[in-house]
């Protein structure tokens, strides 16, 4: 592309979204520039050296809502794209040496729970069923821009109407289970289903990622239904895995489809300033200075970056921004990534259980603990135990995910705190895996504000927004604007700021590219439309 003529689409972000709407557009014929401020693609979805010869996914560590037909359309098998089922999905040690994993096969989580209790361990059948069904009428949400609320006319109706579709067959009873998910806390659907603390951590431990405030939040039960979606190649339901390489093989297999499709993609090249005229994209201008024309853009870049970093106020209209401004982040997550010379023994981890089955166990605090802030939340992966390609022999690689540390400290800074926090997970680690502590050989501590310079999350927050019921669905990013359009003509987001959100799903990217290609088609100009 001369640089003296504009591209049809510049995307800013190489992070799985901005690099799944990129391989649209560039499947769909449209010249399409991806910029990335990182000297590596992938976004939190990336593999990275942390020692010398070991590699870890340094952010996402587990791919389980990856869209099916995203992994389809893209041919991202051909590009080298491998997972293998974790099984168990989840596992959970506890302070008594007891350690209760949630399998694959349903009848034998059922065989687990029976040892724990036999009334909860009927009730899990049933309420897998119900969850199973109801996430089913969830699905399609994931893959369209959201229903849109501000329509009037004909076209609300005909809005109205494809929803009712989708809910056809539902009855009365499991309508109001659907809006009771919706609303409701995880807590109070645990205190209602389950007698057993343990069987209540479980599914504690498989839930409220990625948020501050506890399980007795509204809303929090939500988290229950995402986790069924249908994930991986196979579209299984509840589908957790381990990526081979890496979570950073699935950005590495995007943009190869991506650049198949025609893209070019430039690294350490960050986006300053997105240039608009007469209420239209013009430009995108690097810190280098370097003006790049586009017809159009699509930032990947999460709202607050995008809206109040990229783009001069008096672009925007005053109200837009302030519910930009209103958008709550507020991180709650760290990232501790280790290399070990020997693979971690918990205890209670039963002697005949393979290295795949001792390759992740999750540290929670109980339902009333998970309500202080300050308790240590540790989700480990043995990813080496699952693939050889991460670490030498001798080695192990372990990502521990580590929630709730805020990103705004009481006293201090993180920078005078990291090494603290590192400390802090480790020996809460060895509280469970004795030989940790004394097998660390290299370790990464990503605090939420390392997240925000490194990965350029605005306060560290792993969703470009917190996945609360009022900044969800027709509210993402803000009410008014969830159809991936802004107010400026030919700006669009595609990043986990918009709908549906968070993870590593690539639905963003592929419904806000779905919609630019739309309003091309019928020469829409987004804004004052
Ligand atoms: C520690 C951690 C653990 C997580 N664990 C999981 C997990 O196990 N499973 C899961 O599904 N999800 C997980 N997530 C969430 C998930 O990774 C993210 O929600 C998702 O990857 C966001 O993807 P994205 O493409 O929308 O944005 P990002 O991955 O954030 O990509 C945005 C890209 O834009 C780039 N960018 C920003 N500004 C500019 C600019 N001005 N110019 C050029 N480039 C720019 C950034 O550098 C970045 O590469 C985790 C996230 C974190 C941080």
Known sequence: MPSS????????????????????LGGAGLSTLVLERREVV???CVTEEIAAGCRASTTSYIASMLRPEVIR?????????RMVPCDPALQVPFPDGQVVPWWADRERTVAELRKISPRDAQTFTRVDDELKKLARYLQPFFLEPPPEVELDGLQ?????????????????????????????????????NYESEKVKTLFLANNVYGKHGGPYDPGTALGLLFHLLSGGEHELQGFYGHVIGGMGAITLALAAAARKRGVEIRTSAPAARIDVRGGRVKAVVLEDGTELAAHAVLSSADPKRTFLGLVDSKDLPSDFRQAVQGIKMNGPC????????EEPRVTGMPTGASP????????????????????????????????????????HIMTCFVQFVPYFLRQGTWDENRELLGDRVISKIGEYAPNVPGAVVARQILTPLDLERIYGLTEGNIFHGDLTLEQLFFMR?????????????GLYLCGAGAHPGGGVTGAPGHNAAFQFLRDRRRGFRAANA
């Open 5 to 24: 003529s504009a591209y049809d689409v510049i995307v800013i972000g190489a992070g799985h979204n901005g690099l799944t709407a990129a391989a649209y």
């Open 42 to 44: 992938g976004g939190c």
């Open 73 to 81: 359309d893209l041919d991202l098998a051909a590009h080298g794209l």
């Open 156 to 192: 609300s109706w005909w809005r109205l109407l494809q929803l009712g579709r989708r809910f056809r067959g539902i009855t009365n009873q499991e309508l109001a289970r659907l809006i009771s998910f919706l609303t409701g806390s995880l807590g109070d659907f645990l205190d209602r």
């Open 334 to 341: 760290a990232k501790v990534n280790l290399v070990l010379a």
């Open 356 to 395: 795949a089955q001792r390759s992740l166990f999750t540290l929670v605090p109980s339902l009333e603990f998970a309500e202080i802030p300050q308790e240590l939340w540790v989700d480990c992966v043995v990813a080496s135990n699952v693939d050889k390609t991460l670490a030498p022999k001798g080695r």
């Open 477 to 489: 990013p803000v009410p008014g604007w969830s159809q991936y359009r802004t107010p400026i003509a």
